[in-house]
């Protein structure tokens, strides 16, 4: 399953994810945790809070970068939960993409009325 595919299937299931849990107004970590499962009913791979080591000029540094979530080995998914989007969540999804060599990131807003608003992709050389 190619990236595009995956983001497919997230993003239906961020919706359904939403709905199913009434909207907007919780934590982050409980739409991660819904989510989570259900990619994971759908089929799909999914780890939690993937650590990802990060190296310095050349040196291997203490502290990992966290991922929300990894799809299917290609596709991050990073979770808010927040009244005010920010475009730096975008930016920090590239620079996620770039330090973990991968291709797409989704970010999804869970705190908006509507989710579908509060979905948005980030590429890193992924052919469209």
């Known amino acids: 399953m190619n990236e595009n595919e995956i983001a497919k299937i997230v993003v239906d299931a961020a919706i359904e994810v939403h709905r199913g849990l009434g909207g907007p107004g919780l934590l982050e970590a409980v739409y991660e945790e819904a989510l989570a499962f259900e990619l994971e009913s759908r089929g799909l791979s999914v780890v939690r809070q993937k650590a990802v080591p ?3 000029k050349g040196k291997r540094l203490a502290s990992d970068l966290r991922l929300d979530l ?3 080995e290609r ?3 990073e979770c808010k939960a927040t009244v005010a989007y920010n475009g730096i969540f975008e930016a920090q999804a590239l620079t996620y993409l770039r330090l973990s060599n991968l291709k ?3 970010v999804i807003n869970f705190g908006e009325v509507r989710v579908r608003q509060g979905i948005h992709r980030v590429v890193n050389g992924l052919q469209e």
């Open 54 to 56: 990060l190296v310095y």
């Open 70 to 72: 990894l799809v299917g």
């Open 75 to 77: 596709v991050i998914v």
């Open 104 to 106: 797409l990131a989704i």
